[in-house]
């Protein structure tokens, strides 16, 4: 992609900010909440790569300057202060052409969103209960770590130990636009805590990770909804209170079924379960788009495919390997305790690799 494209695109980019900076302050944008949040988040995305614009002109103009200043200056010491100049402006320049690349690829829009996250046991009986609470774990973990906020909303126990499922919602910046890349099935080959052979065994559990769907893009009816309540359980099936408290909401055209038991409140419990209910039948359209972007794409990074075996855990070798990238490092431990961020990096540079491919900037 040579300068004369990359100012172009720019240009375009730089006209259209201006548009919806006017846009935005029009009244009868303004009374639109669903068009003016949009566009609001459009500006918000838009404004970086206009920032990179104006520092990619300004360095530009210093590269035309300082090259007139050694074609026609007669003073050596002139020419030669031009010619360390632009020695350092020329060092600049390709670094800032591979960032303004990474601007111009278009954003997934629900990067930005919040995320439901889902961990359910699979093949390995109770081992893989134990293992899905292992993820659970590791993904707390690192969500304290970034500062985001997880609430548990409905969750069933493992015989032994561990979840035979848990569904948690993750608050916080940029969240689906990370944990996106942990969707598919994790795999773990080690000593089951109910192997008394010393036998390594291999047991799976499978990750969902959905974007929260905003309130104004999900119209639910009421009539669609049937809603029951029961008493909330708690480890080894006793009752946490003796209030109808927990809810289980059935949207009927889907049959999409939720459940929320985390509080105490009935009425909270309802808002979480419906913001879940939302999201799923926003998934159910999102999905159909990351399936059409799958089929274009070599790696699968972020496909959201949940039957994908993306990650092995080999606890012998102190071994995590994500297949879908060919990435192997041996820090098990620290992985398992909530450290991927090299994982979720590695994964990120993949897929902005693709996407440059796709718009023709590699």
């Not at 006209?15 to 068009?35: C, W, Y």
């Not at 020419?79 to 591979?98: K, N, V, Y």
């Not at 080959?189 to 036998?199: A, D, L, S, Y």
């Not at 104004?216 to 109808?244: A, H, L, M």
Request: aromatic share 6%; proline share 3%.
């Amino acid at each position: 992609m040579n300068e004369n494209m990359i100012l172009s695109r720019l240009e375009g980019v730089a006209a259209r900010f201006d548009e919806v900076g006017r846009l935005i302050t029009q009244p009868e944008i303004i009374s639109d909440m669903k068009r003016y949040v949009k566009l609001n988040k459009e500006y918000s995305q838009l404004e970086p790569l206009v920032g990179a614009y104006k520092e990619y002109e300004n360095l530009l103009s210093n590269i035309d300057s300082a090259r007139e200043i050694i074609a026609e200056e007669s003073d050596l010491e002139m020419r030669e202060m031009a010619r360390e100049e632009l020695e350092a402006l020329t060092e600049q320049r390709e670094p800032l052409e591979e960032k303004i690349k990474l601007l111009l690829v278009p954003n997934d829009p629900e990067d930005d969103k919040n995320a439901i996250l889902e961990i359910r046991a699979g093949t390995g009986g109770d081992e893989a209960s134990i293992f899905a609470g292992d993820l659970y774990r590791m993904y707390l973990k690192y969500a304290e770590g970034k500062k985001w906020k997880v609430a548990t909303t409905s969750f069933t126990e493992g015989t032994v130990g561990g979840y035979k499922e848990i569904i948690m919602s993750v608050t916080g910046d940029g969240v689906y636009g990370i944990l996106k890349y942990e969707s598919g099935v994790h795999r773990v080959q080690r000593v089951p805590q109910t192997e008394t052979q010393g036998r390594v065994h291999t047991s799976a559990a499978s990750v969902a990770v959905l974007p929260e769907a905003d309130d104004f893009e999900v119209e639910v009816k009421q009539e669609d909804i049937r809603k029951d309540t029961y008493c909330s359980s708690g480890p080894g099936g006793q009752s946490v209170n003796t209030t109808y408290s927990a809810i289980r909401l059935t949207h009927i055209p889907s049959g999409i079924v939720v459940t929320c038991q985390d509080e105490k409140s009935q009425l909270k419990n309802l808002d979480k379960a419906m913001k879940e209910l939302k999201t799923r039948l926003y998934n159910l359209e999102y999905q159909k788009r990351m399936d059409a972007i799958a089929s274009k794409r070599k790696t699968m990074v972020s496909s959201g495919d949940r039957s994908a075996k993306i990650r092995t855990y080999n606890y012998p070798q102190g071994r995590v390997t994500d297949h879908r990238i060919n990435l192997t490092l041996y820090n098990l431990n620290a992985i398992i305790d909530g450290d991927i961020s090299e994982i979720t990096e590695k994964l990120q540079m993949a897929e902005n690799a693709e996407k440059l491919k796709e718009n023709g900037m590699a």
